[in-house]
C-alpha cells in the first residue's frame, strides 16, 4: 500500500485533546505520589476540579467524535482493525466507569481521611495506566492506517466534525466551559503541575 502523506486536522485535533487529557492525568498521578511519600494534600478542589475535566471532557466531546465519525468511517473501508476498534470503543464506556469510581473514592478520602487515601490512590494508577495505553493504541495503531485507507472525502467529514470542537462556544458555552475548567486546573493546581501556591 502507498504512504499518504497527509495531516488531516481531525488527527492533529485528537492529538492536541490527547495532550491535554495526559496533562492531567499526570498532575492526578503527581499529586497522589506526593501524599504517598508524605507531602502535602493540595486542596481537594484540585482533584474535584480534573476529575470533572476526564469525566467530562471525553465522555462528551473527544470519544463520540472518535466513535461516530473516524471509527465509523473505517470500519466502513476495511475490517482489518474492527476488533480494535471495538475494544477501543468499549473502553470508552469502561473509562466512565473507572471515572465514576474515581470521583466515589475522592469523596471517601475526603470524608473518611487517610485511611482512604490507598484506594484513591491505586485507581488513579489504574486509571492513567488504562487511559495512557488507549491513547498510545489510537495514535499508533489507529490513526497510521486511517491515513492509508481514508480518502479525501472521508477526511473532510471528519475533519468537520472535530473541528467543531475547536469552535470558541456553542449556546451553550460547551467548549468555554472545558477551556476555561482546563484554566482553572492550571491555576488551582501548584507548580510543576500548574501555577498556584505552593502545598
Ligand atoms: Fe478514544
Ligand atoms: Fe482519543
Known sequence: MSVRNIHPVSLSIIHDEHEHLSA???GMLYFVRLIENGGNAPDLKVFRAMLYYIAEYPERVHHPKED???FAKIKERTHQLDSELDALIDQHSRGEILV????DALL???FGGA???PHFRDLVEQYAHFYYAHMRTEEDRIMPVAKQILNDADWKEIDAAFMENR???NDAGER????QLFSLIVNIAPAPIGVGDPV
Open 24 to 26: 492531567v492525568i499526570q
Open 68 to 70: 461516530q465519525y473516524l
Open 100 to 103: 465514576h469510581r474515581l470521583q
Open 108 to 110: 471517601n478520602y475526603e
Open 115 to 117: 485511611p482512604a487515601f
Open 167 to 169: 469552535k470558541i462556544m
Open 176 to 179: 468555554y466551559k472545558y477551556d
